[in-house]
């Protein structure tokens, strides 16, 4: 902004006022004007013996001296006339009553402006999830650093998902860590994808070797939810009793599968707790043992069982299982001394009796074909 000379008289002055006249006078910092003889004479007190023309708003007065509307940039001319002295301002440095961008209306609003939209990305940027469950290709990138959490609810876009897979196509409203959504393999990729995205990207969500083609998914808005490390224990609890409970639910309709991501979710949730844990972590990897043998996975049964008998070596189901895991992978003399220490506990257990016979008969064949081998070796 140029500064108008101290002997440049006014444009806007009328005739009547003659500047000439006035003793010689030196500018003030403070936008006021020093007299020689040390009179004070204030804008105000000048701008009032202008004539203000017709069709002007007399507010003008209140306007510093020497500023010349015409030589203010517009984007302050724009931000001054959008003030209201008498509007109080206030601020919400938390975000705390804020709802979430996008939230309502068009459900991108909140990553689009007039100044900057999101373009796709020339060159798709591919991610690759660390536990190998999926690849997500970036094709927008987001806005920001936050990513939803538990209980977030999010708006997403879904489209290319295969058919039958329990999630709907379209805009939907998807809470992260609830609902039965994520019940199938699909719903399962799709949280953990949506855990990684920000505000407004798109991306190509693909899962392992490429069977399926890929997932479109936009996340267009979410809450904000919390990390686990920030749940309280009672929190964390709730969850996972809520967790194990849908698990048992879908292992009775005769889902293992999808019981045992209900299953794992819910010991995630426990085993951040401290030493020595709830007791529901002993029936949870026992429940998760008996949906793994369903799935075929004998040696993670295995596994699973082992925790239970760390803490409770005569448990019954948990001694059983693993004796049914170890005869699935061949170690028979693990899986009697298993099936035995049930029928001690038990000795009516009439499953574990049957087992420990097929055992007992597997071992046997086992033996005589070994022996058939060595004579037919040194025979």
Known sequence: ??????????????????????????????GSLKLASSTLIGEKDILQQQ???????????????????????AEALSAAADSDPLTPQTEDPQGLDRAPAGMRGDPLLHCRSSNEIAEPLQSPILWHCPDGSFVKRIMVQGQGLDKPKGGSQCQVLVSGLPPGVGLPEGWTELTVGSGSWRDSL?????EKCL????????????????????ALITLASFTMGKDSWELTVREKEELASEERARGTE???????????????????????LPPPGPADRTILHANLAACQLQLGQPTLAAQSCDRVLERDPRHVKALYRRGVARAAFGELD???DDLRRVLEVEPGNRAAREELGRVVIRGREQDEGL???LRKMFG
């Open 250 to 272: 879908l292992f009775r309709a005769g889902n293992p599968e999808a019981a045992a991501r209900c299953y794992s979710r819910a010991l995630r949730l426990l085993m951040t």
């Open 186 to 190: 699909w719903g399962e990729v799709l």
């Open 334 to 336: 693990g899986a009697a």
């Open 195 to 214: 855990e990684t995205m920000c505000s407004g990207e798109q991306a190509e969500l693909l899962l392992p070797g490429g069977a399926e083609p890929p």
């Open 51 to 73: 004539e203000v023309p017709p069709g002007l708003d007399s507010s003008r007065e209140d306007r510093p001296l020497g500023l010349d509307p015409g030589a203010l940039p």
């Open 1 to 30: 902004m140029t500064c108008r000379s101290e002997t440049e008289p006014l444009k806007s002055t009328p005739q009547s006022l003659n500047l000439e006249s006035l003793p010689k006078m030196e500018r003030k910092s403070q």
């Open 371 to 373: 022996a058939r081998g």
